[in-house]
Structure formats: structure tokens, C-alpha cells
């Protein structure tokens, strides 16, 4: 015999306690997060003046494959979803909010650029969008207090500049420097770095400065104007194909200055071959990752499994090319951001964990070389290493140096 069931006030009160509280223990879903997916988004140059990076976002995208033929992180498979901005910022944020709006990512990862990201810095720390590990190394990313949700992927630019400041002023303190720098924020960063890296001998020593827009189509009449001035050191603070323009032309006119290329366009296979192997014998630059062209590598643990990834995983991409490594690299800090926030996907605690890395080892930095950020700093890289281009590889010059 049944009864029908029947509730008391007192019960259905107590019941209804009972649940929301249960729904504050636990935190609301996300978007983009599901009991199965991580759902990512990303902008960059598949086209445009600058396309050459997108070996970067590719890489990537290989490595998040291997992490998902794995299992993923908690379960949950990642999905990067890669939009083209061709480098231009008004197409940044076209792109930016169709991710946002449209596919409803967790976050944005390592798009590419400084003034792309810039064009949509607000936007993405007005929702509380984690910015992750931008493709830049310009100032404005490390600036917690305005923007507490964009973090660098990049070395940033004033450290690395006060390192070859650091350099001069060691080995060559009465040098006459010359400065091709782009006209934003990445060429005006690594500049202040220069200067501040300089102090007092700064104004002595740099005689003459020269900008480029992102458009010019070539760099000959600033390098002809910093030869000019008699420098004897030649810095070019400049994306790649204007870096490989710079250094054919300074070769072009029989000059040969010491020549300081920044970190971000030594690639030897995108920015030294186009501009010749021999022009660019004896350019300094800077280094925190391994560069999988180096010989010195072929027995390396963690090379070889570099190595054997992108045979697997990506087996277009060049296993010379040094920004393979790079994309690499910011995969793997995704993923171990992801791994810490141990099941707890939210925006907020991406960001606690992206920020609170402890000299963190990744496979393909150089030894000596780790990450480190800390909630009122977010720079990743707080040591470079110098290099010098001997006509065919990188050869590395003394111990890390602090920017």
C-alpha cells in the first residue's frame, strides 16, 4: 500500500538551506569550462607584416595536442581556437571580442604583438579576462595595479636592454651608440631600458636615434643617418624582417659597428639567413631559451624530447627554428598554470597561480635560466644570457646576467 509524500514547511525550509548552501561550496562554472573542456582563445599575424611569428601560435597548438592525446589537464581537454588579426589592432579587437563574446573562452593565451594586445588590455581587465602570457615584452604588462589580469610571455624589453647596457659599460665604456628603435611601445621600452641601464653615461654615449614605422618598407636612409653620426655601436631595437633589412644594409655600406639585435628577432632562420649568414657574423643579442640549431644540444635529454615532439606533433615546423621553442615553452607554462589550479577553474585562480611561479625549470630554457613571478611583479624572466653569432650558430658569452 502507498502512501503519497508529503512535506512540512519546516522540512522544505530546511531542504532549501540545504541546497543553496551546497550551491555556495561550490563555485560557479566559468565560461569556457565544462566537466570536459577548457575552451581557450588567441589572436595572431597569420597574415600581415609580421606572419613569420606564426610558427609561434602553431607550436602551440601542436603541444596542447600532445597534452590532450594524453588526457588533458584534470580531465578536461584544451581547445585553442586561433583567430588572424594579420597585426592589426582594430582586427585585434574585432577578433578579441568575437572570442569572447561569440566563443566564450575561459582566457585568452599568448597572443602576439604589443600594440594588438594593447588594443584590448581594457576590454579583457574590465571582464576579468585573464591576458596570459602575451607575446610581448613591453612594460604595460608587468604593471599589476592598472592591469592585474595581463601577464608577459616574453622576456620583457627594459630588463633585456639594461643587460647589453650592463655589457657596455664592462667592455666597451667609451662606445658611441647609434639606435634604431620601432615607434611603439616595444621599440620605446627597449630604449628606456638602454637609457636607464646607461644612468649618467647614457646621454655621452648614445650620439644618435633613429625610428621606423611597422609600414616602411625598408630601414636604409636611418641606417645610413646612424652611420653618419660616427656611432661605433649600433643597437636595433626592431621586429624581424626589419631587423634582417637592417643588418644586409649595414653590411651593404661597409660598416661594422657592434651590433646589438634584441632577443626577439635573433632567430637564425627567420631574421639571420634572409639577411646573410656572413652580414651577420659577430651580432650580440640576448637568450633564455636553448636554440635547437646549437650542436651542443644533440645529446641533451630535454632537446631530444623537443626534438622527437616536434617530429610527432608538428612535423612541418623547422627543427632549426628557435621560435618552436619559444611556442614550446609558453605552452608548457599554460599547462602547468592549469595543472596548479588543481580542478578550481576560475578566472581568479588562473591568475593566483600564474603569478605565483617559484623559479619554475622548463625543458628548453638555458641553464641557469627560470621563471619567477610574484603577485607585484610579473616578470617571468629576471636573467639573460649573452650570445654572439659567430657565422653559422649562437656561441654563448659568460654566466646569466641580470637585466
Known amino acids: 500500500m502507498s502512501f503519497p509524500l508529503r512535506w512540512s514547511s519546516a522540512a522544505i525550509l530546511s531542504a532549501g538551506l540545504l541546497l543553496a548552501a551546497a550551491a555556495q561550496a561550490q563555485p560557479a562554472a566559468e565560461p569556457g569550462v565544462t566537466a570536459t573542456e577548457i575552451k581557450i582563445g588567441q589572436t595572431a599575424p597569420f597574415s600581415g607584416p609580421v606572419s613569420v611569428v606564426a610558427t609561434v601560435v602553431r607550436a602551440s597548438a601542436a603541444y596542447i595536442e600532445k597534452i590532450n592525446a594524453a588526457g588533458g589537464v584534470g580531465g578536461r581537454k584544451i581547445t585553442l581556437i586561433s583567430l588572424d ?146 656611432a661605433d655601436t649600433l643597437f636595433s631595437f626592431a621586429l624581424q624582417r626589419t631587423t634582417a633589412q637592417a643588418v644586409r644594409k649595414v653590411a651593404e655600406t661597409g660598416w661594422h659597428p657592434l651590433f646589438f639585435v634584441p632577443l626577439v628577432s635573433n632567430s637564425i632562420h627567420t631574421v639571420l639567413t634572409p639577411a646573410g649568414l656572413d652580414n651577420a657574423k659577430g651580432l650580440m643579442s640576448a637568450a633564455v631559451y636553448k636554440d635547437p640549431s646549437d650542436p651542443r644540444w644533440q645529446n641533451d635529454a630535454d632537446y631530444l624530447e623537443w626534438l622527437a615532439w616536434m617530429k610527432q606533433y608538428y612535423p612541418n615546423g623547422n627543427v632549426s627554428e628557435q621560435l618552436n621553442v619559444a611556442g614550446y615553452t609558453f605552452a608548457q607554462l599554460l599547462v602547468e598554470v592549469l595543472r596548479r589550479c588543481d580542478g578550481n577553474f576560475t578566472r581568479e585562480n588562473v591568475m593566483r597561480q600564474a603569478t605565483h611561479l617559484d623559479h619554475l625549470k622548463l625543458p628548453m630554457l638555458l641553464p641557469g635560466i627560470t621563471v619567477r613571478t610574484q603577485p607585484d611583479d610579473y616578470r617571468l624572466y629576471r636573467q639573460f644570457q649573452l650570445q654572439r653569432f659567430d657565422g653559422q650558430r649562437w656561441v654563448l658569452e659568460g654566466t646569466p646576467v641580470g637585466g
Open 85 to 230: 588579426d594579420g597585426y592589426a589592432p582594430p582586427k585585434t579587437v574585432e577578433q578579441t571580442r568575437k572570442l569572447v563574446e561569440g566563443d566564450g573562452v575561459f582566457l585568452m593565451f599568448s597572443s602576439v604583438g604589443t600594440p594588438t594586445n594593447a588594443a584590448v588590455q581594457k576590454y579583457l581587465n574590465a571582464k576579468g579576462i585573464p591576458q596570459l602570457f602575451v607575446q610581448s615584452g613591453a612594460a604595460r604588462w608587468n604593471d599589476p595595479k592598472t592591469y592585474p589580469w595581463s601577464i608577459a610571455g616574453l622576456p620583457d624589453y627594459d630588463s633585456e636592454a639594461r643587460a647589453y647596457a650592463k655589457y657596455l659599460l664592462a667592455n666597451k665604456p667609451a662606445a658611441r651608440i647609434g639606435v634604431l628603435y620601432q615607434n611603439d611601445d616595444l621599440g620605446r621600452d627597449y630604449l628606456k631600458g638602454l637609457k636607464a641601464g646607461l644612468g649618467d653615461h647614457a646621454a655621452q654615449m648614445i650620439v644618435a636615434e633613429q625610428t621606423y614605422e611597422i609600414t616602411d618598407p625598408t630601414v636604409d636612409s636611418q641606417i645610413i643617418n646612424l652611420r653618419r653620426a660616427g
